[in-house]
């Protein structure tokens, strides 16, 4: 047609039909293409050609063509010769109108002997969401055009139920036209006849799943293919040859189970690739098999929200049987090809947030992947003679805010966790049967630094079957911003490690393994932490919390504003070596009762910093009892006194060293929560004592009436060699308030201020 044609211009084409009768058509161009007068030989064209239907030209004759304007001027006649008659090709494709994350949902599927990602769909309640299979012509024709697809799932037969009305579905399925062009209808069975009208190109049908109820059985349905074949057509019509891009002769599609999927156990894989196979499931749990090995049906996780029970009906009841992730018998020919091992079980859920509830425990040799989303993974350690999670056994929650819960009680968990990046969430045990559970293995809520991962060599970053396929991608390198929270409720022997989130901690037994935060602000609060355990807060404005007992231990707060809360338990009652060291910046080390031992050695050193210690228990160093010793450090560290109490500022050394040292405040207006408290309180020291202090020689001590100060701490009111001068202060103490001081020195340079609080009630002694 001419591409200069302006409106009003007309084109007249001359040609003989297959019956030798001459035929004229004129194209008149118009504000949307060429409007033809007669569309059943010459479509209407919106471009700059004119197709003449295929089967109403004869072959070999000429066909002439000439134009015309407005004004009656007309080109010379152009002529071309028609080549012989070729039938349309019908073929069929196909897409999916599901969507994760605003992206077409896809499966890995077999497609003419190869692994390819196809479209996929999922069984759901939607009407809208489901595989469309379009069936297109590469010429129109001037006919309808029949053609009948035939469904099979891959293994030669369909099955009904999985697009039909099933009794007790939750949804039933359909197949029925996609589109408002064209005929769809289904027999029912697995054949599809589709009529394409004459001059349209092409029709579709979608294929909307059956999604069945849930049931309290074991129910391993898995992925289906839906292949899609053209297996007969109207006379004017031929059909592709071969598969191209999964379109051409037939197009596979996958539909994915959309309730969970339930087992009795688990011997073998279940990842993205390779999985235990669907039709072996009821009889064989460890028999691996890939999309392109038979019996062709791996039971796959997805790239979206899976849900696996193993010990648990597909409705989610729990039942009697232990229900195990392990590998003893993994028979399937393609058992080593997601990890390189026949000896290993792998289970990877992709992406998605997804849950796997597996009510029996994690044998040797087992390793979970829970991959990108927010996942949940339980174990309910059902046989509770057998450890939760054996040597060996693995999860790796990998990346998003995953929750992972290790229920039973009663059952050592040695396995090793690794939270990955993320605010995650671990529990062991339950609130309502404490202390019966214990970690001896590893956890790590997400300890990588910078741009290091440490994951262990046991987490493959690929599939072991020589594709590159990405299993495990995680850096295990948590943000500041995530937060981590563990509770264990029982004893930790095992390791716990953090990184640079926020990591709250709770133990509600015994810590004799060791407890590493990484930098941030965490927490870790625990009843008793003995038996050689280490504790390492790193940097950041910590707290530790220990409720009942603290010795042969070593607490390391690292640097930033910490609190360490031992108020409640007893400190160092071993004969063996207990160190708490606070590290720089302002810190409160709170303390219970110190332990008077003939041997083992107490340490508290509160570091650089503007620290504050609390007593709220009698300290007395001076009777050689081994108290421990207590050093505030660099800065100027403050003395509190809580409760009744008597302390004793004499220092030295009796089987180790032990005292109270490089201390510049004694406040007795507060209490252990650093806030107004009156309990009367009375503090001893000697001159000797206050040289041998703090570089300066010099004390303050803050109180009220009620307080005493023992200025030569042998109870006769002489002093100790101090005189009472009159220079006075003034200076804020930790109630908040301005307080005056007056003046106390010896001879040797020793220098106490005294809260006129305490002198004017005849406090000093």
Known sequence: MPDDANKGDTVEITFEDENGDEQKVTLEKGDNGWTSSNPALIPDSQGDTATIVPD?????????????????????????????????????????????????????????????NVPATMEDKLDTTGLVYTVSLSAVTSTAVT???????????????????????????????????????????????????????RVSFIVDPVLEANQDAFVAEGMERVVATITETSENVTVAADIVDNSGISATGVIYDGNAVALTNL???????????????????????????????????????????????????????YSNLANSSDGGPDNSKADGNASISTVDLGKGDDIISIR??????????????????????????????????????????????????????????????????YTQGDADNKNNTELTGTLDLG????????????????????????????????????????????????????????DNITITKNLTGSVSTGDNTDTLTVNSVYGGAT?????????????DALYNATISMGDGDDT????????????????VRAGENDDVIKLGDISTLSTGKTEIDAGAGDDVIVLTKDYDSGKGLNQGYINGGDGSDTLVLSGNITVRLTSGKYLSEEGITNIE??????????????????????????IGMNESTTLYISGDASDKVDLGSDDTKSLGGFTKQAQTTTSLALDGTEHTYTLYSSDSGAQVYIDDNIVNANGVI
């Open 56 to 116: 109403t030209v004869k072959d070999n004759s000429e066909v002439t063509a000439v134009a015309r304007d407005p004004g009656g001027n007309e080109s010379a006649p152009v002529t071309v010769t028609s080549k012989t008659d070729v039938l349309p090709t019908v073929s069929i494709s196909v897409e999916t109108t599901s969507l994760s994350d605003d992206a077409a949902m896809t499966a890995l599927a077999s497609v003419n002997g190869h692994t390819e």
């Open 147 to 201: 053609v009948k697809v035939t469904l099979k799932d891959g293994m030669g037969y369909a099955d009904v139920s999985d697009y039909s009305v099933v009794d007790g579905a939750q949804h039933s399925g359909k197949i029925s036209l996609y589109g408002d062009t064209g005929q769809v209808s289904y027999d029912g069975k697995s054949i599809v006849t589709v009529v394409i009208p004459a001059g349209s190109e």
């Open 267 to 321: 011997d073998g894989d279940l990842t993205l690739k390779y999985a235990l196979s669907t039709s072996k499931a009821p009889n064989d749990q460890g028999y691996t098999v890939g999309v392109t090995t038979e019996p062709y049906d791996p039971m796959l996780t997805t790239d979206y929200s899976d849900i696996v029970y193993l010990g648990y009906y597909q409705s989610g009841k729990e039942t009697r049987t």
């Open 360 to 425: 029996g425990n994690l044998y040797t040799s087992t390793r979970v992947y829970g991959g990108e989303g927010k996942d949940v993974i339980s174990v309910g350690g059902m046989n509770e003679a057998m450890r939760v999670l054996y040597d060996n056994s693995y999860i790796f929650a990998e990346a998003g805010d995953d929750t992972v819960v290790i229920e039973r009680t009663g059952a050592h968990n040695a396995g090793k966790i690794y939270l990955g990046s993320g605010s995650d969430k």
């Open 447 to 502: 300890s990588g630094m910078k741009s290091t991962s440490n994951m262990p060599e046991e987490y493959l970053s690929v599939y072991q079957d020589g594709t590159d396929t990405s299993l495990g991608n995680d850096t295990n390198i948590d943000a500041e911003s995530d937060t981590n929270t563990v509770e264990i409720y029982g004893s930790v022997s095992g390791t716990i490690s953090g990184g640079y989130g926020i």
């Open 535 to 547: 504790v390492n807060m790193g940097a950041g404005d910590d707290t530790v919390i220990v409720h």
């Open 564 to 579: 360490l809360d031992l108020t409640t338990a007893s400190l160092g009652k071993s004969a063996t070596t207990t160190s």
């Open 665 to 690: 405040k004694i406040d007795m207006t507060t209490g252990k929560d650093l806030m107004p408290e009156d309990a009367p309180q009375t503090v001893k020291l000697s001159v000797s004592d206050v």
